[in-house]
């Protein structure tokens, strides 16, 4: 099953190795990772996209708490959750793909960014899901380049993940 | 906290943080990146600086220091290749749980990245072997780092910790005000110090309703120092007790609840109790899978209790029904009060039954050898090396057959007189641990049991011996074979001894005395034990004795791949 941990950790050099060095090193996957500075710039917000069964996903968090440098983590997956991903697409964009690029960007509720005479690159945000399913409807001999920022997610209400 | 007023440069400052550690001693060897360091060591007393041959031993040395001490274990090297050779040691430091501080030099900061000489990521090449590692940028930050270094590898589940330290880090010419913290809190480690009470009384009611219940105990109770405590666990329940590898001498092995070790090398009694048992108790021990054999078939109808420090052991291999997170030490005092306030008592009538089914497989008497053999039976060695020494020595060993037959044969009656490479396997420790031993009891009776594979992995050290002169008693069980390599060969490759055979070995007898020491070769079974008595009588020698066993002994009982707990190989 698909799992989506948050995890505070310290910044500091080396801390996002210790995470991705702990996945390759115990054969666990890593869907997606995303990670930057919070508003404490001690601290780093990570979200983590892995997949795994129940014995495995609860090996995942221990180890991961068994980090120094990790301070909390917690699996959205657990909770109702909200989960974005934004990407930025460009595509070839000439002569009659250019309305049907533009009304399928729309449709996906997404925006054109940048526009020359032969392409246009988009920006997209959206749960994985509605990621891929924009890539599914573009043509893909039109498609140039694709960047994913990876998952991020947060709880619902109350529910938080604080140092 | 208290402010003094010096300046220290960095390499004052690090010498003055090993002694507010209370480090004695610190294994080492010096090179270009800790020079500054080695310059501030020469200038006191209070640090005494063991120079190793080679910076593996330099990791095993301190090992065997911190496991017979409890005390974490102190190095030193240069950058590069010192650090690269102390790889080994930490990756064995951190399988087994051991408590070590590593420093490794560093080149200068601005230096960093550049593949300038000696420079290896040290912290890169360690970061799966060691508990945490720290890059000290600055020397402002260097004693607040070694002081957090000390408390990760000293409290939780011990490991080793890497401190790498640029050489402009310890310039002897930038001087800043020295204080060293008191104490210390980490936000993002706060190690369990006790475990949850209605845990513990769930534990118990499960204990007391066994009617075949095991005591199944790690490292765990070592580290811990909770040896005490699992003795009158014990005694009170009247439930068998075996121990892992690393757990020896947790339980005292001359004790009546004692069935011997468990596991691919098991006794029987240990296995079959643990397969038919119907409540295991598992304290401070990880499921490892030299311990449970095929996981699919272990304990099949046991219902599990689990004692562990580290919440990541439970349920990783075998699912537990009571999970207790904590030291085993606080744990057992919990339960011990538990026991006691409770009205209720062991099922006696099902625990004497229990204890006739367990006798009835003691009977099988499964580590008996030929005693009558005209070659030297390696088993016999270790039987009367305990005799001789009375039960009473440090044993250290090496990785193979002959750290089976010490472990089977050499029956440990206290915790940390055991110091064997558990988890990792390396072969090269016995000797430069033993060393470690020696240092912290020099009065001490220190053997190493090895054979003459192991003990040419870390060979030179009999040179850092003969420095020091530890009287260290080497038992080398010379089979002229990788014997457990032979061993499986003969098992499951029909034979074919593929590398297994140890040529052109060197005359250990004239290669101890080139080292200065004393060499014995004993090749005969009737002269064993006076030779062992005659070396054991040189109280400040070393002594290496070369004893030319049975090349095709193995090691029994013995589970093959893939085997339950109860479908042993016996003799």
Redesign the interface.
Known sequence: MRHIISIL??NE??AL??VS?LFS?RGYNIESLAVAPTEDPSLSRMTLVTRGDD?II??IT??L??L????KLQDLTEGAHIEREMMLVKSRAVAGDREEIKRLIDIFRGRVIDVTDTTYTMELTGDSDKLDAFLRALDPKLLLEVVRSGSNGIARGERSLR? | MEIREVELNGSQIFVQCLKEEGVDFVFGYPGGAVLHIYDAIFQQEEVKHILVRHEQAATHAADGYARSTGKPGVCLVTSGPGATNAVTGIATAYMDSIPLVVFTGQVPTHLIGNDAFQEVDTIGITRPCVKHNFLVKDVRDLALTIKKAFYVATTGRPGPVVVDIPKDVTDPNVRIPFVYPKSISMRSYNPTVKGNLRQVKKAVDLMLDARRPMIYTGGGVVLNNAAPQLTKLVEKLNYPCTNTLMGLGGFPASRRQFVGMLGMHGTYEANMAMHDCDVLIAIGARFDDRVTGNIEKFCPTARIVHIDIDPASISKNVKVDVPIVGPVGPVLDDMLKVLDESKREPDAEAITAWWEKIDGWREKDCLSYDTQSKLIKPQMVVDKLYEVTHGDAFVASDVGQHQMWAAQYYRFDLPRRWINSGGLGTMGFGLPAAMGVQFAYPDATVACVTGEGSIQMCIQELSTCKQYGLPIKIINLNNRYLGMVRQWQEFFYQGRYSMSYMDALPDFVKLAEAYGHVGMLIDKPGDVEAALKEAMALKDRLVFMDFITDQTENVYPMIPAGGGLNEMILV
């Open positions: 950790l310290e050099a080396g190795s210790r060095g090193a014995a609860e090996q221990k180890q708490n068994k120094v440098d990790v301070v140092a």
